[in-house]
């Protein structure tokens, strides 16, 4: 069963970073968008960042504009998030998950597939 695999995550002081990042044994990049998404306890998951496959375009969701960046390596089969200046808000299990509809971002998902099992982020005061 493919699905993606997420690291990076842990414990992190408000203002800190960290790199999350997601890998996806057996599943080739190119042809998908990739998306980040997180979901805080008692909150809906939402969409955080997207990595194109066709152009490297991304999209970055409001509340993380000018503090995440999203970026990926075909060659590795691997996402990248980059979370700067982090926030208590930011307090989430991050996941990814292929857009099986586009390979290249844009608003609003496809359908998303091969979710992996998350990584935890919890910001401290």
């Known amino acids: 069963q493919v699905q993606f695999v997420e690291s990076g995550g842990g414990l992190v002081h408000s203002g800190g970073s960290l790199r999350l990042s997601c890998v996806a044994p057996?599943?080739?990049?190119?042809?998908?968008?990739v998306g980040w998404f997180r979901q805080a306890p008692g909150k809906e998951r939402e969409g955080v960042a997207c990595?194109?496959?066709?152009?490297?375009?991304?999209v970055l969701a409001d509340s993380v504009k000018g503090r995440f960046t999203v970026s990926r390596d075909n060659a590795k089969n691997t996402v990248y998030l980059q979370m700067n200046s982090v926030e208590r808000e930011d307090t989430a299990v991050y996941y990814c998950?292929?857009?099986?509809?586009?390979?290249?971002?844009?608003?609003?998902?496809?359908?998303?597939?091969?979710w992996g099992q998350g990584t935890q982020v919890t910001v401290s005061p």
């Open positions: 998950a292929a857009d099986l509809e586009r390979r290249r971002c844009s608003t609003g998902w496809g359908t998303l597939s091969y």
């Open positions: 990595s194109s496959a066709s152009d490297g375009s991304t």
């Open positions: 057996g599943l080739f990049l190119d042809y998908y968008a």
